[in-house]
């Protein structure tokens, strides 16, 4: 999940960066322009979607070696926001992320594979309920350039990847409301080194 996310960083951006800048490139998420979305069965009726508000991550980006670069996610589980409050409050109970007991999530990257002039499958190690499993995020990058409004260099991609929440240890309501859970990301990231041009 989140989203999570930031690993396209790691073998789509350097077409785009001058290969004159550091080896390592550090970002951070711009929280305002980036949404970490899931989207799961409800009963038949529909496909209900959930966010979570609040993650920390961060990117080292080495453009030679990207072997070397670093990815490191967390998602703080009583963020959720199902646009319920009485949704909320069960999605954060025993039956579903139990915050008390688990109030993290944590994706690491493990694997970067491009599949494309803008394309690329990122695997990493994914922890839900303190069960830990690969997951593989499809990932397109959108566009990287200097912002027109903060004048900071950006990047933007977006990312879905499928899981079953069984698979993590969380059961309630099976089959009734499905196992498969999308996850989708959309990510504006800004680059911290160096100055805010390109």
Known sequence: M??????ALLMILPPVMKTAQA???RYEFDKAHTQILFFVNH???SMSQGEFHKYDGSVEFDQENPENSKVDVTIYTDSI???DEKWDAHMKNADFFNIGEYPKMTFKGTKVEVTGDNTANITGKLTILDTTNDVVLNTTFNKAGVHPFSKRYVAGFSATANIKRSEFGMNYGIPGVGDDVEIRLEVEAMRLDGDKTE
């Open 2 to 7: 989140r989203i999570l996310l930031t690993l």
């Open 23 to 25: 080896a390592t490139e």
């Open 43 to 45: 009963l038949g009726f």
């Open 81 to 83: 926001d199902m646009d």
